[in-house]
């Protein structure tokens, strides 16, 4: 049995619904800010614009993840080495959504400093609860994956039988 | 500026051509040229936390492998 690709394909789903949870939430429905509001004030109108198509870049990059994922989810789903396991995949959706979170906050938010959570504070605690949030999911998902490791149900059970050996 | 952003220019002086009343506005026509400017730098930017997930998934997945495909 070998779980790897049903985990990277709960990854890559928690990246990049995880990457639009922050662009419908911060980007559009809060306005806090954008994916180059510190470099690029979207205060006037030209501003908010090139925020925009910015932010749609960046959704655009998260489709692409998300399907890839879906993609690597359906391949997993008809590979019987795959464990179907409903634990591993949950957490590795949580353990991706929570890489997202730190790497972002540290190379977007830290590092480049190209955004922060709440703009107008710059870098704040908003950053650092942000960064936090990452740790938070990624421990829970790898707690999770941890506890499903001898999860084996098969996700093609041999014709006839309905369950299988765990 | 990179193929990218000379079809982005093509594109907008097609739009423009096309006398288009909603993509050939003074606005948008500035929107554009701020894109352009710094494009490479500002894409690099967007999706470098991208690019590092990438790496760190993929280091880790040879480090997952299950000890049955370990030598």
């Not at chain 1, 205060?43 to 959704?59: E, Q, S, Y």
Request: charged share 15%; net charge neutral; aromatic share 10%.
């Amino acid at each position: 049995m070998d779980r790897r690709p049903l985990i990277v394909a709960g990854m890559l789903l928690g990246i990049g619904l995880g990457g639009f949870a922050d662009g419908i939430l911060f980007h559009q429905i809060l306005q806090i800010h954008n994916m180059l509001s510190a470099w690029i004030s979207p205060d006037d109108i030209l501003g908010a614009k090139t925020n925009m198509v910015w932010d749609g870049l960046f959704h655009a990059l998260t489709w692409t993840v998300t399907m890839v994922g879906l993609w690597m989810l359906w391949k997993a789903g008809r590979n019987p080495a795959v464990p179907w396991s409903g634990r591993t995949l949950v957490g590795a959706w949580l353990a991706g959504w929570g890489l997202f979170n730190f790497v972002e906050g540290i190379v977007d938010h830290y590092i480049l400093q190209v955004h922060h959570v709440v703009e107008r504070m710059r870098l704040s605690i908003f950053d650092h609860l942000f960064l936090l949030s990452g740790l938070v999911f990624g421990g829970i998902g790898w707690s999770m994956l941890r506890n499903a490791k001898d999860d084996t149900l098969a996700s093609h059970p041999a014709p006839g039988s309905r369950t299988m050996a765990r | 500026m990179g193929k990218i952003a000379l079809v982005i220019a093509i594109a907008g002086a097609a739009s423009e051509a096309a006398a288009c009343t909603f993509c050939a506005t003074e606005l948008s026509q500035q929107v554009r040229l701020d894109v352009i400017a710094n494009f490479w730098t500002n894409l690099a930017v967007a999706f470098l936390p991208f690019a590092v997930i990438g790496a760190l998934i993929y280091a880790g997945y040879g480090l997952a492998a299950p000890a049955s495909s370990r030598e």
